[in-house]
C-alpha cells in the first residue's frame, strides 16, 4: 500500500477522471462517480495505491489552494510584464 499526491488533469466525455500521479509517473483512470462531487480539474489528491489500484481518494484542499494561489501570482507577474503589442498598427 503507497500512498502519494495526484492531480485531476482532466474529465474525459464527463465520464472518466484522469488523475496523474508524478510520483509514480503514471496516469490512472477512474469513473467520475467515484471523484467527489463538484470536483474540477487541477484539484490534488491524497491517493493510497495497491497494487496498481487507487483504493482510496481524498481531497487535498490545502495543496489545491497552494498551487493555485502559485499559478495566479505567476499570471499577475506575467500581465504586469506585458504592456501591450511591441508592433504599431497600421492605418
Not at 58 to 64: G, I, L, N, P, S
Not at 67 to 91: E, H, M, P
Request: proline content about 1%; cysteine-free.
Amino acid at each position: 500500500m503507497m500512498k502519494v499526491k495526484g492531480v485531476l488533469d482532466r474529465i474525459v466525455d464527463g465520464e472518466v477522471g484522469v488523475i496523474l500521479v508524478d510520483e509514480l509517473k503514471k496516469e490512472f483512470t477512474v469513473n467520475k462517480e467515484r471523484l467527489p462531487e463538484r470536483i474540477k480539474e487541477g484539484a490534488w489528491f491524497t491517493l493510497i495505491i495497491e497494487e496498481d489500484d487507487i483504493q482510496s481518494i481524498e481531497v487535498d484542499e490545502e495543496k489545491t489552494e497552494e498551487v493555485r494561489q502559485k499559478v495566479n501570482s505567476q499570471l499577475d507577474r506575467i500581465r504586469k510584464k506585458s504592456s501591450g503589442s511591441k508592433f504599431k498598427r497600421r492605418d
